[in-house]
């Protein structure tokens, strides 16, 4: 299958892994490559520039492959050191960096000197023609089913990939509900060229909308101390209260297993998952599926009765 995003990255299927704290290490990131998707390291999950330096070395002894790096400009309680983050990707020979939050803009420059082509995620459309006009080469279009931070619009993908698809000029992958083949032909579709997975859990509710930060999370006892705080705190919640609930929380779930430490993200599209495959028979189940049900299913409502008649035609 040949989109504009596997022609612009270089990858066998227009599937990206999007960055996930404590989810995108090198293993994760290779391994989606190596299946021809494109991986993604999470950049700031590397305490320090040079850690990152060291993971991105990582993924090159796994795979030789194009993999990406993601940097998430978002809020934080102590700003990370971005120009020093970007300068380690450039130098492991990164052309590919997925960035998310707050818009790039400022950094652009110090990318694109690297040769590195830009895929920014965003939640409306005019989030994305701001990323087309400061130079992304693609946008992620994120709707409202996502896990992690769906913005203030509250546009699931039905109606924001449509719009996505009239308005911009660069190719955008759909992200948010994202989990098998009638994902992907779905987002094809509606004038995608590609999709973003992340989640892969169960149950979900949103926190943190007083702050404006919207994050989908999954429910846990962590979630429920931290809404109980909302509630009782109303319009006057400030960050800090709410500050054991969300900070180094990926850690202790991700790696010492301790589920209910605090708020997590998730999507809306644990409803669809049903095993836990390896990548590699995840993305050649998707594609496999995804060519069946354009060439089968699909053709067939118009007349075509066959894929030799498709291919024909």
Not at 54 to 71: M, S, Y
Not at 272 to 286: A, F, G, H, Q
């Amino acid at each position: 299958m040949k989109t504009a995003i596997t022609e612009m990255f270089g990858i066998e299927h227009p599937i990206i892994q999007g960055g996930m704290h404590y989810v995108g290490f090198a293993e994760l990131a290779a391994a989606v490559s190596n299946a021809g998707g494109l991986g993604i390291i999470t950049g700031l999950t590397q305490k320090t520039p040079e850690l990152l330096a060291k993971e991105i070395a990582r993924c090159h002894d796994l795979t030789d492959k194009p993999f990406g790096v993601n940097l998430t400009f978002l809020p934080t309680f102590s700003a990370p050191p971005y120009p020093e983050y970007i300068a380690a990707i450039r130098e492991g020979g990164i052309k590919i960096v997925e960035t998310a939050g707050r818009s790039p803009e400022q950094y652009m420059p110090a990318l694109k000197a690297g040769g590195i082509k830009v895929i920014h995620k965003c939640t409306s459309v005019r989030h994305s023609l701001k990323a087309e006009q400061i130079g992304c080469d693609a946008v992620s279009v994120d709707g409202f089913e996502c896990g992690g931070h769906p913005g203030e619009d509250d546009m699931p993908n039905m109606i924001l990939l449509p719009r996505a698809a009239e308005e911009l000029k660069i190719p955008f992958v759909a992200s948010g509900g994202m989990a098998d083949a009638r994902s992907l032909v779905a987002a094809l579709a509606l004038g995608a060229a590609g999709m973003n997975m992340g989640t892969r859990f169960i149950a979900t509710r949103l926190v943190m909308r007083a702050l404006r930060n919207t994050e989908r999370v999954l429910k846990n006892k962590g979630v429920d101390r931290l809404i109980e705080i909302e509630r009782e705190k109303g319009s006057k919640l400030q960050i800090a209260d709410i500050h054991n609930e969300v900070a180094g929380v990926y850690p202790k779930v991700m790696i010492d297993g301790e589920m209910d430490a605090g708020a997590w993200s998730c999507g809306m599209v644990v409803g669809l998952i049903k095993d836990v495959p390896t990548v590699k028979e995840l993305i050649d189940r998707i594609m496999a599926d995804a060519e069946r049900i354009i060439l089968d299913r699909l053709a067939g409502f118009v007349g075509v009765e066959s894929k030799a008649a498709l291919k024909v035609a």
